[in-house]
Structure formats: structure tokens, C-alpha cells
């Protein structure tokens, strides 16, 4: 799997491109999101990088995680059902479809370089902004596949 760099324009281009092709009705292949709350979710971790979404770490998480932090951009898929932090989760909770996909392509768009205020994940500790970026590509391409996009 190659694993690509959102700052890449054409790359963020895809990534719309293919948020374009869901609809209210697009059902997933695994999970208990719909695609609402998919668009919802995506939201979060991208906002760690942006400095609008805060994370709590106990000891233990901050001590075992970043042992794991390079399978966040690898070359490997992730797996379906991996764990997510709690403030993450949006199964079970209402979304309005156009209003988390209008919030998701604005925050997509002001992702960038020159935007990102954390370099330290509160979880996985240091991360350079290359890292930064292919986790979150790697995390919408996850996402997007769950939804056939």
C-alpha cells in the first residue's frame, strides 16, 4: 500500500474527489459508523494536527502508544476495528450528512503545512509534519474504503 502525502495537492484533490462520491445513502462494508458520522470522525484526529481537537493521554497510553506510532503512517492498511480514542467516536450519535461533509472538505482545505500548530501527538509523542501528513491520509483512506470511496 503506498501511502501518500496530503500536503501534495493532488493528492488533497483525490481525497475530495472521492468524499464527492458519498451519499446519505452509501452504506459501509464494516463497522457501526454510517457516513455521516464517518465525515464526523475523520474530523477529530485531523483537528489534533490543527490545534482544534484536544486529547487527554493517561501515563500508560503515553508510555505504550508510541511504540506503535509508526503503523500510523506505514506502508501496512490498518485493521477494521482498531481501537479509537474515545472523544473519536461518533457510532450511534445523529449526523447531518452535508453538514459533517461541508465541515470535513473546509478543514481538508486548511490542512496544511503551515497550519499545523502540534508537533507532539498527545498520544504517539513527536511527530514531523511528513508523518503528520501520511497518518492522515492513511486515516481517510482507511475510512473512505469502509464506505466504497
Known amino acids: 500500500m503506498e501511502i501518500k502525502n496530503l500536503f501534495d495537492p493532488a493528492v488533497k484533490q483525490e ?11 452509501t452504506e ?3 463497522g457501526k459508523m454510517d457516513v455521516a458520522q464517518m465525515l464526523a470522525h475523520l474530523q477529530a484526529p485531523m483537528g489534533v494536527a490543527l490545534g482544534t481537537h484536544s486529547l487527554k ?3 500508560l497510553m503515553k508510555l505504550i502508544m508510541p511504540l ?18 474515545k472523544t473519536f467516536i461518533t457510532a450511534g450519535k445523529p449526523k447531518n450528512f452535508e453538514e459533517e461533509k461541508t465541515k470535513l472538505l473546509d478543514m481538508l482545505n486548511r490542512f496544511s503545512e ?16 511528513e508523518q503528520w501528513s501520511k497518518a492522515t ?10 464506505f466504497g470511496a
Open 137 to 146: 491520509w492513511k486515516h481517510f483512506d482507511h475510512h473512505l474504503k469502509q
Open 28 to 30: 459501509r462494508k464494516w
Open 68 to 85: 506503535f506510532k509508526k503503523a500510523l503512517y506505514d506502508e501496512k492498511p490498518w485493521k477494521q476495528g482498531l481501537p479509537t480514542d
Open 114 to 129: 503551515n497550519n499545523m500548530v502540534n508537533d507532539k501527538h498527545p498520544i504517539f509523542g513527536k511527530l514531523t509534519k
Open 57 to 59: 493521554a493517561n501515563w
Open 15 to 25: 481525497l475530495v474527489d472521492r468524499i464527492h462520491t458519498l451519499t446519505p445513502q
